[in-house]
């Protein structure tokens, strides 16, 4: 017999709840839900647009009617429940309306807070919460009529704005000293005080209400000071409280909020609860995210899969308040053995504050430029030491490239048809109807639906900015990993842990014992799973050719007509003229159109055909040629200068320090493309400070430099460390590699990376910890024993015998 769940709310977090149900076993419920409005499922962060004649409310409809017909779930409309009956097990509405329950979901919300002042019962006194309450401000609102808004935090100000948007003269009355006081320190709230003050608002700031006057319908709102401010409609905004009224009455355990565990169980495992009516380790959240990932957690045990916890999230706003930009996160407020760094320019209206405490940014306000918002927002919650960068913290994440800055007053002026995503022709018009058409929330739904953001990463910026400002209200990211893709609720670390744990050793075991929501998998995951798998158990698991991408598959760079590009490594760019010979006869032979130089110091082979390749391959492996990995996730190349064995200006001999690097590390699989360079003095003809990893040779020995990055969002290198020797360099270079191996995500290129761990991670792992550096590097060394072996002879099947790196050989190249 199917299982009965009965849903109390029909708000965002109930539904957001069925909604991941549904993903997860769409048969195993006949599900019931009850909402005290008498709409579907609706936007509530949208209001203020509504309010402001922005939008309407069939604009902010997240599921209409007829989704509950298609989704077979009957809801009870405009009921509202008074009744749990535990012992029965069945809930009743006021009209007599019952529905008998295996499983109780309660999302009841929370209910604005109402001052019990004098006068607070006469007519045109509201709230700013619901559908009912905008329809009340938008019948009495007009040109010339006054409105008081008491309650300067973020839904005043936004109910102001809406009020101010139809024409009417708007007061704010707040108590505190400074607006927003929760999410803003004094500077900020002072600058947003100026800005509102610009835009027509009136501001009574440290004022108490004595009572709101009126004759049956309010008149005016007096200060406990004597002044009387005109009012022809109040709003109160002065905050929220759970609604754990009907919990109370079931008997459930209820403090502030009803009270749940990490699965979302309240008191009684058959109901669970979500959203502002719960009380999590003695916090409640008021943000849309948060609620979300508490649905999330809910839904898998719903769905009866057993695993996934709420931990509780640290609360990051990224806000839209009448068009400035605002974020806040963590503890802001300084003081005792904390740091403050701050900038402020005053005349832009820009003010950045970030509070430190032992090298981690535990607090941040930004005020006129929350471009960096979502950076600064995971250096806290990862706990990142960012002692290195700390002179460049508040000039934002350099990496971004320049579709990426700007600021999110940019953003929200920008044009529809202003392009944002130069690398898939994505407008910002684009992306905002694919906000409200699909309502969107989160990043990762605006890449899958628009693919904005998803090739190189530069515009994710500006991305952000721009859900943020079509959100509006209360948008934000939460503290907890992503997961690999829709597949799976599990992260990529989470991955990677538990095929270390329990011994995963081939894909399908590990979707199986990660309860994979697809039988096979996606193009997103069935790579990443090949690649920690690899790396996991290297001479154990059988790579698994068909989870590679294509040009994998086909050793070759697939072109834009079909035909395929073909490059030979080339020793630390060093060649000869049985190589060139070789190269050329292959040339002609197969009538390859274009012979180019690449920039990696390589010769490319342009227009192969799919069935040349294996031909080619033969050609070029009897002339002692391999594969240059041009198309892996891969050890690419390592790019040297002469040195000193021609150069007047080389310190030390690059050129074989390069062909040492390169012999060691050829073959090696890694997240994502992987450069190296090796320049002999520091004028770094070989660019080795942006690459993955650079050696700069200098008079006393070598400079190694990690985390750089060419193309489209370059990034200069950090330096790692000094040494003096060239077996300090191999074992530094292997070291690294092997933790950028174990460490990083798939898909993720050093720069990201390291920015996302912190450099003083990267340097206590292989800089401080030398036995454990010494550990990374034999784990490096045993996986290329199984990896350094040339693919394009395989593929033929007849393997050209090549030689190794031998150590001792190569350091008596390097003594003499």
């Given at each position: 017999m199917t299982e009965r769940l009965v849903v109390i709310g029909n708000g965002m977090a109930g539904m957001r709840t069925v909604e991941e149900l549904l993903k997860l076993t769409p048969d195993l419920y006949d599900i019931a839900v009850f909402g005290a409005e008498p709409y579907g499922n609706y936007n509530r962060i949208l209001l203020s647009p509504v309010l402001a004649g922005e939008k309407t409310v069939d604009d902010i409809m997240l599921n209409d009617e007829q989704w509950y017909v298609d989704n077979n779930i009957r809801l009870h409309k405009g009921k509202q429940v008074v009744d749990i009956n535990r012992r029965t097990r069945t809930v009743t509405a006021s009209d007599g309306t019952s529905e008998p329950y295996d499983r109780l979901l309660m999302a009841t919300g929370s209910s604005p807070i109402l001052l019990p002042l004098p006068g607070a019962d006469l007519h045109g006194v509201i709230t700013f919460r619901d559908i009912q309450d905008v329809e009340q401000m938008l019948a009495v609102g007009g040109r010339g009529k006054n409105a008081v808004v008491i309650g300067g935090g973020l839904l005043g100000l936004e109910a102001a704005n809406g009020l101010n948007t139809q024409g009417m003269n708007v007061s704010v009355i707040h108590l505190m000293p400074t607006l927003m006081e929760r999410q803003l320190d004094e500077t900020a709230g002072g600058?947003?005080?100026k800005s509102l003050e610009e835009r027509g608002l009136d501001f009574y700031l440290s004022a108490v209400t004595e009572a709101i006057v009126g004759d049956g319908r309010v008149q005016n709102v007096k200060l406990k000071d004597g002044r009387k401010i005109p009012a022809d409609i109040v709003v109160m905004?002065?905050?929220?409280?759970?609604?754990t009224d009907l919990a109370i009455s079931a008997g459930l355990h209820c403090e502030r909020g009803v009270i749940t565990d990490d699965t979302m169980q309240t008191f009684d495992p058959r109901v669970y609860a979500v959203g502002e009516c719960v009380q999590h380790?003695?916090?409640?959240?008021?943000?849309?995210?948060?609620l979300f990932e508490q649905a999330k957690v809910c839904a898998n045990h719903l769905a009866q899969l057993g695993h996934g916890a709420y931990r509780g999230s640290v609360t990051s706003t990224k806000l839209k308040v009448t068009g400035i930009d605002l974020f806040s996160a963590g503890d802001f407020s300084g003081g005792g053995d904390t740091e403050e760094v701050l900038y402020e320019d005053a005349a832009n209206g820009v003010y950045k504050k970030l509070v430190l405490k032992d090298d981690k940014i535990t607090g941040a306000v930004l005020y006129g430029d929350a471009i960096d918002s979502a950076w600064y927002f995971q250096l806290i919650r990862e706990g990142t030491d960012v002692s290195d960068i700390r002179e460049q913290l508040l000039f934002g994440k350099a990496r971004l490239g320049d579709a990426g800055h700007g600021g999110e007053n940019a953003a929200a002026a920008m044009s529809n048809d202003t392009e944002v995503c130069g690398c898939n022709g994505i407008s910002k018009g684009d992306i905002v109807s694919a906000i409200t058409d699909k309502k969107l929330f989160k990043l990762e739904d605006v890449r899958a639906h628009t693919k904005a953001s998803s090739s190189c990463g530069s515009c994710t910026g500006l991305v952000e900015q721009i859900?943020?400002?079509?959100?509006?209200?209360?948008?934000?990211?939460?503290?907890?990993?992503?997961?690999?893709?829709?597949?799976?609720?599990?992260s990529h670390d989470d991955i990677r842990k538990t095929i270390r744990e329990h011994n995963l050793k081939t894909i399908p075991d590990a979707m199986a014992f990660l309860d994979w929501r697809s039988e096979n998998g996606c193009a997103g995951c069935r790579p990443a799973l090949n690649y920690y798998l690899l790396c996991a158990w290297p001479g154990e698991y059988v790579d698994d050719q068909q989870s590679r991408f294509i040009n994998e598959r086909a050793h070759a760079n697939i072109q834009k007509d079909g035909t395929f590009?073909?490059?030979?490594?080339?020793?630390g760019g060093v060649t000869s003229a049985k190589e060139l010979r070789a190269i050329a006869d292959v040339a002609d032979k197969f009538n390859i159109p274009t012979v180019k130089m690449t920039g990696g110091q390589r010769i490319d082979l342009l227009g192969v055909t799919k069935e040349n390749?294996?031909?080619?391959?033969?050609?070029?492996?009897?002339?002692?040629?391999?594969?240059?990995?041009?198309y892996g996730k891969s050890l690419r190349t390592v790019k040297t200068c002469v040195g000193s064995e021609w150069c007047r200006f080389g310190t030390q001999d690059s050129t074989t320090m390069g062909i040492a690097l390169e012999k060691i590390s050829w073959g090696t699989w890694t997240p994502h493309k992987f450069k190296m360079a090796v320049s002999g003095c520091p004028r770094n003809c070989a660019e080795a400070t942006i690459k993955d990893f650079g050696v700069v040779a200098v008079e006393s020995g070598w400079e190694l430099h990690v985390g750089g990055n060419g193309g489209v969002k370059i990034r200069a290198t950090d330096l790692l460390t000094k040494v003096t020797t060239e077996d300090e360099v191999l074992e530094y270079a292997g070291a690294f590699l092997q933790l950028y191996r174990e460490e990083a995500h798939y898909l993720e290129r050093t720069a990201p990376w390291i920015e996302r761990v912190g450099l003083a991670h990267v340097k206590q792992r292989v800089v401080d910890d030398a036995a454990g550096r010494g550990k990374l590097h034999e784990r490096f060394l045993f996986s290329q024993t199984f990896a350094q072996t040339d693919p394009w002879a395989e593929e033929n099947r007849n393997q050209?015998?090549?030689q190794p790196l031998n150590v001792q050989a190569l350091k008596?190249?390097?003594d003499a």
């Open positions: 600058l947003l005080l905004a002065v905050g929220i409280k759970p609604n380790r003695n916090k409640s959240y008021g943000l849309v995210a948060p859900l943020a400002s079509t959100l509006g209200g209360d948008y934000s990211e939460t503290p907890t990993e992503k997961p690999l893709c829709k597949c799976t609720e599990f590009s073909v490059i030979p490594r080339m020793w390749l294996p031909a080619v391959w033969q050609d070029l492996n009897a002339a002692g040629l391999v594969s240059g990995h041009a050209v015998e090549f008596a190249r390097i």
